[in-house]
């Protein structure tokens, strides 16, 4: 094998010219386990790839604040979005760090903060507001064409937050929250006694299946969302009523009804009718949502549906799946491996702090 040196550029100068070099891979950024948007003690936003290990490989500058990011299944290119409601996302290089792509909605459109890429990653699908119509969509990104707008979709509801691929599939899934918004008000919610959150299925362009919730639910906002490698869906909801809400995180399989996780009404309540985030283990055994307002993190059995395990961490909101269980992350910096016998991993980010997200790579 060449060497360093004119032979080894010769050698590579063959294989580019021969159209036979590696495609760049995740590798060549650090082979990250997870992204993570984070703001800085001196105002600025980063997009950060972290270890298994818990450990910060790199750091990207962001030009605001991010929500969420979407791994390229095969390059190492990320999208960092915008938080809601924001109208860009950066598509970026992460061996460089370079910026190699905006993302800017449609008028009259923002993001909701995430977005997907298809099994080959050769399409991108965002969460998008249509707040003149006041309804959902879903923006579609032609990756090989520089990340050009596509055209768009409907999302099956109103508010689409999250949006997720079935594995070994071209299906999405997205949590239609339900809520009604407009950027001239902010983030004053519109709608709140017709509110109406679904899970909509879509596969190539078309709606192939809406399931929702109990109409005595219909203020449990559906925000964020994991699948199981089965196709099991998690998500976790956000409470718009009076009083603690009957349940803040459910299961559904494509063609079965939705399936409540339960907990004791105090559990329920500590959680202050809030998840911030959401994961489930490939073989849908345990499911983890967080609370950042009620610092908790509750990990439920996948068979039952009922609480087996709390712990506590302030500020905790962004979470994945990890070979010991469970990564989490908090607004304090903290970085947290959970597991079914205490905590496996603990680190801080100096003048981190992370923000709702943290996405497996």
Known sequence: MPGTGPGRRAFLGGLLAAGVMPAPSWSDAGAPAYLSAAGRSDGRSVLCGLSA???????????????????????????????????F??????????????????A????????????????????????????GAVGIWDVAAGYRRAGSVASGGVGPHDIRRLPGTETLVV?????????DTGRTKLNLPTMAPNLS????????????????????????????????????????GDGPSPALVGLHRRGAQIRLCQAERDALRDLRGY?????????AARIAATSPRGGLV?????ATGQLADTRALADVS??????????????????????ERAVAQSANAQGLAWDNHLVRV
């Open 89 to 106: 996302a950066e598509v970026i290089d992460c061996r460089s760090g370079r910026a190699i792509a905006r993302l800017d909605a449609p």
């Open 298 to 302: 509750h990990i439920y059995d996948g």
């Open 175 to 183: 949590a239609n929250g339900g809520i009604e918004t407009h950027p």
């Open 201 to 240: 299925y879509l596969r190539a362009g078309e709606i192939v299946e809406t399931v929702a919730l109990p109409q005595e639910m219909h203020l449990n906002s559906i925000r964020h969302m994991a699948v199981a490698q089965d196709g099991t869906v998690a998500f976790g909801m956000q409470w718009q």
């Open 53 to 87: 290990e818990l450990e910060i490989l790199f750091e990207l500058p962001l030009p605001a604040r991010g929500h969420a990011a979407a791994a390229h299944p095969m390059r190492p290119e990320a999208v960092a979005f915008a938080r809601r409601p924001g109208t």
């Open 108 to 135: 009259g459109r923002h993001f909701y903060g995430h977005g997907v890429f298809s099994g080959a990653g050769e399409w991108l699908f965002t969460t998008e507001n249509d707040f003149e119509a006041g309804t």
């Open 275 to 283: 998840i911030g985030s959401i994961a489930i283990t490939p073989d």
């Open 318 to 339: 962004g979470i994945d799946t990890h070979p010991d269980g469970f990564a989490v992350t908090s607004g304090t910096g903290a970085l947290r491996t959970l597991s």
